[in-house]
């Protein structure tokens, strides 16, 4: 029989997302989503103590004072099944991190709870694009390509027009294209290379370099920029190199100023829990909500 | 395949024993390389030997060798066999190469079917082990027979934090209730304290059990006479509970180390201890930094730093690396200047992230105004001590979920 904490761990098994605020590293983050789900975990009503029935002896005085002993029968609670004793019922949890983000970008990051780790394991096997937003600034150039760091480099930034960034970013975008084709291991003059890319499922499988397979202009004041990019196998300072190059190529210089997730796979923005919601019951309604909208899909797939 | 054969021989042995005259051979086949017949034989005294070239009472002697490198444990039970009931068992095994399996097949076999009736005398004679175990990594094992530790769950002392200090378990079975740890209690009811918090105080501090009442009543007596009232005293203790732990000379380090440092009265000391007692238990390394952080890392001037202390006095044992953080952000990108901030120390106990998210809020909405001389002027006592609700419809003037919203977007 199952006690109300391991009947509330099995609902929390899966997956969810949070939003991760920018600043904070993504450690912290999961740690306190499991404190957080500790905490609610071994605040559920323990199970009643179970009792035993115990002979207390005690000397009962007669009146011709004699020594007798008297055997009662009570039923006392077993006391080394008490919360106190024993301690709360879960120490750690297995919540697992999906793809990364690191200290300076923020948005969606994946978490996997109990067997969801093992989910979470099969999402990134198959091959998922994620959504980001980079802003950008042009004119200075730093030596981890943020705003933060140590600027190396300034320079003007009045020719550059929407028209340049455009050309820019077509070229880029290009050049990614070609690196997707090389990485899929299929012969391009093959009709399964054919019929996979109209399908669109030409890609890399697992690890390859970092690929964007799409690039968009958002917004263009300059000297701020915003670009919005999907891509595969990606890292934030990848990202960050890319408006670093797209400012050298515009003959300027440009600065990353921040780096949003805001889709990872299936996972978006609107599913996200922000911070103060990391709560074990928000975290449970996030899961239980994952669970259905997987089955949803299945249905509508039959 | 042992099992079976235990089964087998146990019965046997019953058998021959109802039955003094009969002999009854077993055989028991082992795979395929050996067979060994056991035979009881209780005709007299003699023991016959059935096959091979050993006499009984060689066979015996090799038996018992070879029992006693196996087990000491059956060979005393085959002994007593013997003895009580007045026959000779007799064992032969025949191969010359005695198996490795028939220790095992033995020690099943010493073991009494739970068929078996056993007389009063037998019953009175066998020994029960204890069920407390000589040594534990946990007090739970000791819980139900120590009246010292149930007395102490009663209490609402958690056992589970305690058995992870070194030595505590121990320390605790070896106190006695009534004459170590009643008394201590009674003391602490005597000062005061309430009933409920002695659970708290003994998880936290469980060698208060140990130190001897007149070491706490000195303390108690000292803090009397630094005009500590006795509820405050009180209050104290339960939230701090290794202050009567320190000896009084220490104390009186501590409580001159504040006055001096912080150069205020005595009554202000005396108020700043009161509410944050664990000031005197701590260490005074980390104090002094965050005060000569305050001092030169975020230019506060004396009688400001005074002020911030009496305010928020968790400020000293604060992470310094936090506060340098708030301050940070407070001041360069809030440019709240110091003396808004000394007025209201209560953002340096807040939190970075939510002073942040706020006031990015704020700022995207055009209402991020901290200077007290011009229109719209939010406070920043109310800019972080506000729940989120409230902070949105009075000072932010929008709804809960633009605020969530918004808060996806940074």
């Known amino acids: 029989m199952a006690t109300p904490a391991v009947r509330m761990f099995r609902r929390l098994e899966g997956l969810f997302c949070v939003y991760k605020p920018p600043g904070v590293h993504w450690k912290l983050v999961r740690d306190s989503v499991e404190t957080n789900l500790l905490k609610g975990l071994n605040s559920t009503p323990a199970k009643p103590l179970p009792r035993e029935v115990r002979f207390l002896t005690s000397a009962g005085g007669d009146a011709e004072g004699q020594k007798a002993l008297t055997v009662s029968a009570v039923s006392l609670p077993v006391l080394s099944h008490h919360p106190l004793v024993t301690g709360p019922e879960f120490c750690n949890i297995r919540v697992g991190v999906g793809h990364r983000l690191d200290a300076f970008s923020s948005g969606v990051l994946v978490l996997g709870v109990g067997h969801g780790n093992k989910v979470l394991d099969d999402l990134y096997k198959t091959r998922v694009t994620r959504d980001y937003t980079l802003e950008g600034e042009f004119g200075t150039a730093t030596d981890n390509f943020s705003h933060t760091g140590r600027v190396v480099e300034r320079s003007t930034y009045d020719h550059i027009t929407l028209d340049k960034l455009d050309r820019v970013m077509a070229m880029l975008q290009g050049v990614n294209q070609k690196a997707l084709l090389m990485h899929s291991n299929v012969d391009m003059h093959s009709q399964e290379a054919y019929e996979m890319a109209v399908r669109g499922l030409l890609g890399p499988d697992g690890k390859s370099v970092p690929i964007l397979t799409g690039l968009r202009c958002l917004r263009f004041e300059p000297p701020n920029f915003t670009l919005e990019v999907q891509c595969l196998n990606e890292t934030q300072k990848y990202l960050r190199k890319v408006i670093h190059e797209i400012g050298l190529e515009l003959r300027s210089t440009a600065v990353c100023k921040g780096v949003r997730r805001t889709r990872d796979g299936p996972f978006t923005l609107h599913d996200a829990l922000v911070r103060h919601r990391w709560a074990a019951a928000d975290i449970m309604q996030a899961i239980q909500g994952y669970h259905s909208s997987k089955k949803k899909k299945h249905i509508s797939q039959e | 395949m042992a099992s079976s054969c235990a089964q087998l021989c146990v019965r046997c042995r019953t058998l021959c024993q109802k039955s003094l005259t009969v002999t009854r051979q077993a055989s028991v086949q082992f795979g395929h390389s050996f067979t060994v017949i056991w035979t009881y034989n209780r005709v007299g005294n003699a023991c016959l030997p059935i096959r091979g070239n050993h006499t009984a009472a060689e066979a015996r002697k090799r038996w018992k060798h070879q029992m006693s490198s196996h087990t000491e444990l059956t060979l005393d039970h085959f002994s007593t066999d013997a003895t009580e009931e007045k026959h000779k068992e007799c064992l032969v095994p025949i191969s010359d190469n005695v198996p490795e399996t028939q220790s095992e097949l033995l020690d099943a076999a010493a073991e009494f079917s739970a068929l078996e009736e056993i007389s009063d005398e037998e019953a009175l004679s066998m020994c029960v082990p204890s069920a407390v175990p000589p040594a534990s990594f946990s007090l739970r094992d000791y819980v139900d027979k120590s009246v010292m530790l149930r007395k102490l769950v009663q209490l609402g002392v958690n056992l589970w934090k305690l058995e992870q200090k070194p030595n505590v378990g121990t320390m605790l079975l070896r106190l006695d209730f009534d004459t170590d740890v009643a008394p201590k209690l009674l003391f602490l009811k005597e000062l005061g304290v309430e009933d409920s918090r002695f659970g708290y105080i003994i998880t936290t501090n469980p060698y208060i059990l140990t130190e001897s009442l007149e070491n706490l009543q000195t303390r108690v007596n000292y803090l009397k006479s630094k005009k500590f009232s006795s509820e405050t005293v009180a209050s104290m203790v339960s939230r701090a509970p290794y202050l009567l732990n320190f000896s009084v000379k220490r104390l009186d ?111 995207y909405l055009g209402r991020a105004q901290y200077d007290p001389a011009l229109p719209n002027y939010i406070s920043l006592d109310r800019l972080v001590s506000l729940p989120d609700e409230p902070f949105c419809t009075e000072l932010a003037s929008a709804t809960l979920e633009d605020y969530y919203l918004f808060q996806k977007t940074l």
């Open chain 2, 253 to 363: 380090n501590r409580l001159g180390f504040y006055q001096q440092q912080l150069n205020t009265s005595a009554s202000n000391t005396r108020n700043i201890v009161a509410r944050l007692p664990r000031l005197l238990c701590g260490s005074l390394e980390p104090v002094k930094e965050n005060l000569k952080v305050c001092q030169i890392e975020l230019g506060f001037k004396q009688n400001e730093i005074q002020h911030i202390v009496f305010a928020v006095p968790k400020v000293l044992t604060a992470n310094k690396g936090k506060l340098t953080q708030i301050f940070d952000f407070l001041h360069n990108n809030m440019k709240v200047p110091h003396h808004l901030i000394a007025k209201f120390p209560q953002v340096l106990n807040s939190k970075y992230l939510r002073i942040r998210e706020r006031h990015l809020f704020l700022e």
